[in-house]
């Protein structure tokens, strides 16, 4: 295991190399020295030195002072009064949704209720938000002989969040139609009618800016795993007192996100978020406390990151003004649907994008131009992933709109390989935390959008 790494006399980090051979070509000096870095297009001498993090950084860590940053209120009781306000909010619009329905019942008139439509159709990527956006077409739903059940099934839905609200509570989908078992006549059949009816209720409430998770609904799978210099700041649902979880002392494992982050605050020293796909990558830098040599919060994405992956990355970067990076495979999948889904969102949930996505996040790696630059080895690309780039540059509002994204992903189609993030373990298992992060976190600007 290498060694950890020490302080230097100028404030940067040093540490002992993985032993492994180098690029072919390279040569080390005596049996401790460290070895030629692979060449490095791009730049004016066409090659590429081992760099330490972001002069900001390092000079914070010289000097011994942190900016400390986070949204964490200065008491409990305001850290009380905050999620208190989010809860009033969410009554609110649930009893202006209902009354409105009342009121038309009163008047002697058929009431509706209009939903967002939740289609492509109806969804546009905005350059100015940078995210996925829902349109105006709404679908109207109004009581009558053949809608009463599905009118019914909407409101009970909606008096099932407010009691979660009023209680403290929360139900996931499967707990929902559970508890549909005792409408009577306005029960589920099946899950299936259970989770349209609360899609189309989060919908409804999205567009005025709240969350499924703040009606209380929650989803079934959990989030990813984080650590690094990171305090959360956890009321418990119970008492309210406030939890403070050091997210640097989880020894050899990680802080797990919870299903639901809203009440969360924090407090953070970290220059950035490094947001990782594999949990097998996330592992070895947060064994290696890579987060304490950059500087950073890790957080492993797992795949496709889940909405509570991904709220607890927006809240970090919305309230800690902390800038998003991500590390994933070099493949049409990780870049069109795992990094895509974090930046901007998808297209079949737009109506989410407000509170998921990050608008912010730039793309470290691993780039197509990685591959040749670090001679990777590398896995053909497959007919699925030739059709996922292809329709990602001719189909994809997000990718048309950069002509970075189009050049990188044309050239990945003329390379016709893929690469992983444990391909750079080619050149020693640490090179990855000892050359490849350090030298492409020196330069934050050539990232892709």
């Not at 986070?70 to 305001?78: D, K």
Request: with cysteine; net charge positive.
């Amino acid at each position: 295991m290498a060694a950890r790494r020490q302080r230097g006399a100028d404030g940067d980090r040093t540490g002992r190399r993985a032993r492994g051979a180098g690029p072919s070509g390279t040569a080390r000096e005596g049996g401790g020295g460290r070895r030629q870095q692979p060449s490095r297009s791009g730049t004016e001498d066409g090659s590429r030195s081992a760099a330490p993090p972001a002069a900001g950084a390092r000079s914070r860590r010289a000097t011994g002072a942190r900016r400390k940053r986070g949204s964490a209120p200065r008491s409990e009781e305001e850290l009380r009064k905050r999620n208190d306000a989010l809860d009033d909010l969410t009554l609110k619009l649930i009893r202006d949704a209902a009354e409105g329905v009342h009121r038309s019942i009163l008047r002697h008139r058929r009431p509706d209720m209009a939903f967002p439509v939740r289609s492509l159709r109806n969804v546009s990527y905005s350059p100015r938000t940078g995210y996925f956006e829902i349109g105006r077409q709404k679908k109207v739903r109004t009581l009558s002989v053949n809608t009463v059940k599905g009118f019914a099934q909407t409101l009970r839905m909606m008096g099932l969040s407010k009691e979660l609200v009023q209680t403290r509570d929360f139900a996931t989908k499967r707990d929902a139609y559970y508890q549909s078992k005792n409408w009577g006549d306005a029960r589920f059949e099946e899950q299936s009618e259970s989770d349209a009816v609360m899609d189309d209720i989060e919908a409804l409430f999205s567009v005025r800016g709240v969350s499924r998770e703040q009606l209380r609904f929650v989803p079934d799978e959990h989030g990813g795993a984080v650590s690094g210099p990171l305090v959360v700041l956890d009321p418990d649902l119970e008492t309210g007192e406030v939890i403070r979880i050091d997210c640097t002392r989880f020894g050899s494992g990680a802080y797990s996100i919870p299903s639901t982050v809203e009440h969360l605050s924090f407090e953070t020293t970290a220059d950035f978020v490094l947001v990782i796909e594999t949990g097998g990558m996330f592992q070895r830098l947060q064994s290696h406390r890579f987060w304490e040599t950059a500087n950073c919060i890790l957080v492993s994405m797992a795949g496709v990151p889940t909405r509570a992956t991904r709220r607890f990355v927006r809240k970090l970067h919305d309230e800690c003004g902390l800038p998003v990076y991500a590390f994933v495979d070099c493949d049409p999948y990780g870049i069109s649907n795992i990094y895509r889904t974090l930046k901007v969102g998808s297209g079949n949930a737009a109506h989410l994008s407000q509170f998921f996505c990050v608008p912010g996040a730039r793309f470290l790696g691993v780039t197509p131009q990685d591959i040749e630059d670090y001679d990777l080895p590398t896995h053909p690309l497959q007919e699925v992933d030739i059709k996922r780039a292809r329709d990602a540059l001719k189909n994809d509002p997000f990718f048309k709109s950069q002509k970075a994204w189009q050049a990188a992903l044309s050239k990945l189609l003329r390379m016709g390989v893929r690469a992983e993030q444990q391909a750079l373990a080619k050149w020693g298992l640490n090179y990855v935390m000892e050359e490849y992060l350090p030298a492409k976190l020196a330069h934050p600007e050539r990232f892709l959008p």
